[in-house]
């Protein structure tokens, strides 16, 4: 049964996030489940096949605004709802934190800033041949969203509310959302084992922008 669970999500996952660009696509989903199960392994739920099961459930729907029914799935909507780095940012508690919620959490959090891919069309890239994942995802949601890729201008915005966060109204670039939220994330995480992983991934991410900024100027 459990198996059969995983692939409905799987499948749900898979239907419901075709044609998102691919800051949220279902690859994103896919690598949060894994992340997710590597995280609650290294935590020490890998003899508690129950929660393994809403772990991974609740990391393969986490971005998917779906009504489940009764019992185990309860405590998957709880997680899906309190998942987002603007709830956190609002200093409301969403939900009450369990060890499930925060692995599916930092695994979302460490896929924002995790390594994998290339961008190579674009000679800032080149210096870094593997591309962090949340790298990759900043720039491809920014031109998504058609924000301009840097404008020294435009300063990153300070302590922000969940409604600026979510604002519209302001011009926004895609460098600034490094200092708005992703070099925010390494002190967010919940569970140790999150923590240790962000280190080295925070530390590629300060890299990338101190680069960005020298090839910007020229300087590179």
């Not at 772990?55 to 779906?66: C, F, K, Q």
């Amino acid at each position: 049964m459990a198996a059969a669970a995983v692939r409905a999500a799987e499948e749900l996952a898979e239907r419901e996030m075709a044609g998102r660009d691919a800051s949220h696509d279902a690859a994103h989903a896919l690598r949060v489940r894994d992340l997710a199960l590597s995280l609650a392994a290294e935590l020490g739920l890998s003899s508690s096949p129950d929660r393994l099961l809403i772990v991974e459930i609740a990391a393969l729907l986490h971005d998917i605004e779906v009504e489940l029914e009764q019992g185990q799935r309860e405590e998957i909507v709880a997680i899906i709802k309190g998942m987002g780095f603007k709830n956190e940012v609002s200093k409301k508690s969403v939900v009450e934190p369990t060890l499930e919620f925060a692995i599916v959490q930092d695994a979302d959090r460490l896929d924002a800033i995790g390594a994998i891919g290339n961008m190579n069309k674009c000679s800032v890239f080149e210096s870094f041949p593997k591309t962090p994942a949340g790298i990759a995802r900043c720039f491809t949601y920014g031109g998504s969203k058609k924000n301009t890729l840097h404008d020294p201008k435009i300063l990153p915005r300070d302590n922000l509310s969940k409604e600026k966060y979510m604002s519209k109204d302001e011009k926004q670039t895609s460098i600034n959302h490094f200092h708005e939220k992703l070099f925010k994330l390494k002190d967010m995480m919940k569970t140790e084992a999150g923590k240790r992983r962000a280190e080295k991934r925070h530390k590629f991410m300060e890299d990338f922008v101190a680069e960005f900024y020298e090839e910007w100027s020229g300087r590179a």
